[in-house]
Structure formats: structure tokens, C-alpha cells
């Protein structure tokens, strides 16, 4: 699994990560294995959040926009799934 470094503001800590993992893993049927590692695909997310880019303007330390962009769509749609979910949890990287 390619894993790859970068330092943003907007990126949040493994340890944080590991409170939502398991319900963003959730997310994709698991037919064959990642080739990124869905923390680096989840911190281009809030990088996308907090500054407010183009999904083609991401800078190249992240994983291809057009994977980003499909994680994203995936989330979209299970959006109330994982609201239920990880509600509570994101508000404890706030906190």
C-alpha cells in the first residue's frame, strides 16, 4: 500500500484517524485491496475542505485527484450511514 508524506495544516494525527477507520473502511466494497492508504485519501479530503481548491489542484504529495474524488462520491452517497457514526467522533478532534 502506497502511503505518502505531507504536512498540512488541515491533516489530522493516525491516532485521531484510528477513532473513524473502521467506519470509513466501511464505505467501499472491499473486492480486492487499496493501493493507498485511506489516511492519506482522507486528509486530501479535509485539505479540499479547509482551503477550498479544485479536486485537480491538489498538491502532488496526496494520492491522484481522481482517487480522492471517488472517495469522496462514495462518502456522498453513504453520507447518512456514516453521520450516525462518526457524529460524536469528529467532534472530538474539534474538542
Not at 493501493?35 to 479536486?55: E, P, Q, R, S
Not at 469522496?72 to 457524529?87: E, M, N
Amino acid at each position: 500500500m502506497k502511503s505518502f508524506a505531507h504536512h498540512y495544516s488541515s491533516d489530522i494525527s493516525r491516532e485521531q484517524f484510528e477513532l473513524i477507520r473502521t467506519d470509513l473502511e466501511g464505505i467501499r466494497k472491499r473486492t480486492k485491496p487499496r493501493k493507498v492508504d485511506l489516511y492519506d485519501i482522507f486528509c486530501a479530503l479535509l485539505y479540499t475542505l479547509k482551503n477550498g481548491c479544485v479536486w485537480r489542484d491538489l498538491p502532488s504529495d496526496f494520492p491522484k485527484w481522481e482517487t480522492v474524488y471517488y472517495y469522496w462520491l462514495l462518502q456522498k452517497t453513504a453520507h447518512i450511514k456514516l453521520q450516525s457514526h462518526s457524529s460524536l467522533r469528529l467532534t472530538l478532534f474539534v474538542a
